[in-house]
């Protein structure tokens, strides 16, 4: 059962909270993000900040700088694979993904589908700069956001 999860979503917002309660925005306010579920368990996710720098080069693998890149590619993050359901929690079997650390790894997401809106949440992540969690909220394609 995929709790009605199949379709196209957009990025609402990608909010981190830490312990003490605040709220930041890894890659801005604006970020845009497209999610995508299929009736045969495929899934592929892309988000970007808006007004990424851009890099003057016609080639994305080989033009501009080392810090042009890095700086262009780290405003951004997408991976594709499969998914399934179980219960109130989506599980992402990544494939590959912009960040190498993630492909081939299972990702659990607890989430909540209300009106239209899906919300995925992160496990606890224990960050250098401590303890934090994600919220990312999607609307379905074709609905007021």
Known sequence: MTKGLIGCWDLIAW??????????????????????????????VQIAAANRPTIDTGDPLNGGTVEERATAYSTCLAYFGTFEVNGDEVVHHITASLFPGWTGQRQVRPFTLVDHILTLHTPVQHLPSGDVTNALSWSRRGHVK
């Open 15 to 44: 909010q981190r909270k830490d312990a003490a309660g605040s709220i930041t925005y890894p890659i801005g306010e604006h970020a845009v993000g497209s999610l995508i579920y299929t009736h045969d368990g495929n899934m592929a």
